[in-house]
């Protein structure tokens, strides 16, 4: 028995994941623990964890492998310093001191910090360091069912990397080409989440969101100005524009000059213009996936895709890849993020140093439920120290409650199974909606997450039946991929309907799946499998069954700016503090009605927006 831990931390999305003889036994982000957002500090409680669901201590674990590489990244950032002096010494100033403390010696770091797990944990040289877009790779190719594959990875930055092409052939896998800092497309794209007034690093979905109220007005001033593309999808940015090399911000006086625009404000109202940059840049970005994609099979031959990095969080774009029908099968790792980049380095090493063969099956990421689960006794103890008022119930009378309740337009907390890895709630820790309903995108949004009203919400269908309710007949167990509803699901818009302007197109009713139908007639498609999830499969079988609908709303459990609810604390607190009506955990279930008045909480401040 060989164990490896793989480490993610220190920049955004902290995680920690465990491999036994190639077997990914558990994986978390630290901040589904810790209770803040995009937690970049050590993994102490994700790396506690997934020590004890595997059993070990950590002095009993063979191999430890950080993400990247921390001195490449020291150069990269002293070599961009000098190349742009003296600009940027404020930006330089502040960083340093971070790094001659902690980054730079790293390795002596890390091994401080891991003996807190084990005091019997001695041995410095179980730490090893894999490269940042390399664990990326690692983590999109790995966990595939593919044998042979391109892969293609595409973040801010790395050490110097921004985008990788590799090649994967069984336990194998080779960078073959990279494009390197400032160049880089997920900074093109924060650029504009910061110029829209979006928080970097957590505000692209927002983006994204935003992009199909808009019109792409301003794609050739972006094509014309701010990249040089080339036709195999390699591209320059114009430094003129961009302010992250040597700045504390993402754009300069230019980029705005340009558009004629300041930076938004976040408290400032979304207007036309910011739709119409939204829509812009999002169309930039899928023509560069688009001709990166099509170059690399008329290059490689190879028809088997596969996906990392932040940049591959974009569905949208996902979408365009199969939309064209440019590659035969599309895999993306559902952490594609930093947090990916832990179990990247564990299999990277497994893999690639150790030279074990590959064990190549349908679902290695087992669906993503790779976080904690809870038994029945601490679910009752917890209820209880919570003067929480609960009833159990068989599983079967669950699915037969619930079922009913959603098709009454109740809104149902559902704390179900493992914890998902990754961004997006599957099915264990979901909000979950009727579709059907008209007024239930901008109940949840405004009353349940407390955010944006024109954010979308995605659809769960079970995997059997997407294809009769959307343009799309393939797996997305991992909610990545973006796909049209199916015309005969869609309705007319009236000549009226078709003026109106930005946030006024999202009270047009466009298909009989009003609630997860974004005003493009796109949704972010998760197919729900028996194999993986079969309690959330059941819910859907029976949801239909009342409704002759296999679809719900699938958000996750949180509020705007919340991690992600992990524990039952956590998820009572949630349903306390907002307007869901029920709460289900495992076969606990909860009425918001029955509960004590005085155990209600204003959640809606309770985290800093993000």
Known sequence: MTTVLGISAFYHDSAAAIIKDGKILAAAQEERFSRKKHDASYPFNAINYVLDESNLNLSQV???????????????????????????????????????????????YLFDNLKQHDENFTDINKINFSEHHYSHAASAFFPSPFEEAIILTLDGVGEWATSTIGIGRGNNLKILKEIHFPHSLGLLYSAFTYYTGFKVNSGEYKLM??????????????????????????????????????????????????????????????????????????????????????????????????????????????????????????????????????????????????????????????????????????????????????????????????????????????????????????????????????????ELNLKIKFRESFRPFAPSVIREKVNEWFELNQDSPYMLLVAEIKKSKQMKMSETDKKLFGIEKLNVKRSSLPAVTHVDYSARIQTVHKDTNPKYYDLLKEFEKITDCPVLVNTSFNVRGEPIVCSIKDAFNCFMGTNLDILVIEDFILFKEDQDKSLLIDYKNKFELD
């Open 209 to 442: 969101g935003l992009a199909p109220y808009g019109e792409p007005k301003y794609k050739e001033i972006i094509m014309n100005n701010l990249l040089d593309l080339k036709e195999d999808g390699s591209f320059r940015l114009n430094m003129k524009y961009f302010n992250y090399t040597t700045g504390l911000t993402m754009t300069n006086k230019y980029f705005s000059d340009l558009f004629k625009h300041p930076v938004r404000n976040s408290r400032d109202l979304l207007t036309q213009f910011h739709m119409d940059i939204a829509s812009s840049i999002q169309a930039v970005t899928e023509e560069i996936i688009v001709r990166i994609s099509k170059n690399l099979v008329a290059e490689y031959k190879i028809k088997n895709l596969c996906l990392a990095g932040g940049v591959a969080l974009n569905c949208v774009a996902n979408g365009k890849i199969l939309k064209h029908k440019i590659f035969d099968n599309v895999w993306i790792q559902p952490a594609a993020g930093d947090a990916g980049g832990s179990l990247g380095a564990a299999l990277a090493y497994w893999y690639q140093e150790l030279n074990k063969p590959r064990m190549i099956f349908k679902d290695q990421m087992q669906g993503s439920y790779l976080g904690p689960k809870f038994d029945e006794y601490s679910i009752e103890k917890e209820l209880n120290s919570s003067n929480a008022n609960f009833e159990k119930k068989s599983s079967k009378d669950i699915i037969s409650i619930v079922a009913k309740e959603l098709s009454n337009n109740k809104i149902i907390g559902w704390f179900q199974g493992r914890m998902e890895f990754g961004p997006r709630a599957l099915g264990g820790r979901s909000i979950l909606a009727d579709p059907r309903s008209e007024k239930m995108q901008k």
């Open 62 to 108: 063979e191999h430890i492998v950080f993400f990247e590489k921390p001195f490449l990244k020291f150069e990269r950032l002293l070599e961009t310093h000098l190349a742009f002096a003296p600009r940027g010494f404020k930006s330089f100033s502040l960083s340093m001191p971070i790094w001659l403390r902690e980054k730079l010696f790293q390795k002596r």
